[in-house]
Nanobody
Framework: VQLQASGGGLVQAGGSLRLTCTAS????????AGWFRQTPGKEREPVAV????????DYAASVMGRFTVSRDNVKHTVYLQMNSLKSEDTAVYFC??????????????????WGQGTQVTVSS
């Protein structure tokens, strides 16, 4: 499975962006998925995860109520809608997926495939 992330850019604080992660290859293996972010000098952190069916999602406390993760399994795509962006949301965002599936998803999962990062910059 190959993952391609897109949709990053420069936005003012309070604005919105939607990130898209499109899977190709053996997409039938794609189960749970998630978005992560990383800033220089810090470890990569989970932002939002979603189970294989889209019925369960989990979010980092810092983005709860502002970000929404969703997926379209027909298009093999996972989205991250980011609203009310803050300067502290500035990071490189990565999408990830794994072979396993969950009925209820939590943040502490390991992922098998990773996309390249897309830069999100929020100006204050």
């Amino acid at each position: 499975v190959q993952l391609q992330a897109s949709g990053g850019g420069l936005v003012q604080a309070g604005g919105s962006l939607r990130l898209t992660c499109t899977a190709s290859g053996r997409t039938i293996r794609m189960g749970d998925a998630g978005w992560f972010r990383q800033t220089p000098g810090k470890e990569r952190e989970p932002v939002a995860v979603i189970n294989w069916s889209g019925s369960s999602a989990d979010y980092a406390a810092s983005v709860m109520g502002r970000f929404t993760v969703s997926r379209d399994n027909v298009k093999h795509t996972v989205y991250l809608q980011m609203n009310s962006l803050k300067s502290e949301d500035t990071a490189v965002y990565f999408c990830a997926a794994r072979n396993e599936v969950s009925d209820k998803i939590f943040m502490n999962k390991e992922y098998d495939w990773w996309g390249q990062g897309t830069q999100v910059t929020v100006s204050s």
